[in-house]
């Protein structure tokens, strides 16, 4: 990446938002990191290796980490929708057997989700996680992704919305954490006008994060579009002043 434009953002960010985590950058790679966080155990649930990405640890995943199913889909080395019996853990359960979670009200609803998330394929080997100023010349971050309070958010959101007329310049689609940090801003990569993802509303994974934080994800051509727009934006101004300061 141009490192003269991760700089200037590095500036930037400290400018406008003060101490506010920087955001991690995803991207994926047909080789992995010379040193990197790999999972280890049973299927770990990756919203929990974040807080490790967030203090400058890489997170490298790829097809054979240990990660749960769910997980594997959204980051695109599986097309399977869940393990067996998915559409009832989701749902109610099976009674003596499985637990349900209860997110969606029926199994058939459950496999009606499938029909809106058609799995996408990994373009690569590897999935690479790292925080915005670990990101070297050869990294080509393909998604940006901001873990941070509602204030934050709330900054990102509008900063979002500052060059666009269509109100749903961000989204915020029914699913899991990662899947609004990976799946759903992968796939709006290939729209013309890709869109933000808000997220991390997932209940199984916010215990993982901190009980105000919420996920930003920026398809990174959008997201250069709004650093460059933050010195002519709403973060100039007292309005943003008055809430700046609370931060």
């Given amino acids: 990446m141009d490192e003269e434009f991760r700089e200037k953002f590095i500036s930037l960010w400290a400018k406008y938002f003060g101490k506010a985590l920087l955001p991690i950058g995803v991207f994926y790679s047909d080789s992995p990191p010379s040193e990197g966080l790999t999972t280890t155990g049973g299927g770990i649930c990756i919203i929990e290796l974040l807080p490790a990405v967030l203090k400058g640890r890489t997170l490298c995943l790829s097809a ?36 349900g979670e209860r997110y969606k009200k029926t199994p058939q609803l459950v496999r009606e989700i499938g029909r809106f998330t058609p799995p996408f394929k990994a373009p690569e080997e590897y999935i690479v996680f790292k925080r915005w100023d670990k990101l070297s010349s050869s990294d080509e971050p ?106």
């Avoid at 749960?68 to 057997?97: M, N, T, V, W």
């Avoid at 873990?147 to 934050?152: F, K, P």
């Avoid at 940090?181 to 994974?205: K, N, W």
């Fill in 64 to 99: 054979e980490s240990r990660i749960c199913g769910g997980a594997r889909r959204q980051l695109g080395f599986s097309d399977q929708f869940g393990g067996k019996d998915f559409e009832h853990f989701l749902s109610y359960g099976i009674p003596g057997k499985l637990r």
């Fill in 142 to 247: 393909q998604v940006v992704f901001f873990l941070d309070r509602t204030d934050v958010i709330a900054g990102l959101f509008t900063l979002a919305n500052f060059d666009e007329a269509d109100p749903n310049a961000v989204i915020c689609p029914f699913g899991s954490g990662c899947s609004t940090i990976v799946f759903h801003p992968f796939r709006e990569l290939t729209s013309a006008r890709p869109r933000c993802v808000l997220g991390m509303f997932d209940i199984s994974a916010r215990p993982c994060v901190s009980e105000n934080s919420m996920s930003f994800a920026v398809p990174y051509p959008k997201f250069v579009r709004m650093v460059d727009n933050m010195n002519e934006s709403f973060l100039t101004t007292s309005s943003w002043k008055l809430l700046r300061r609370r931060m």
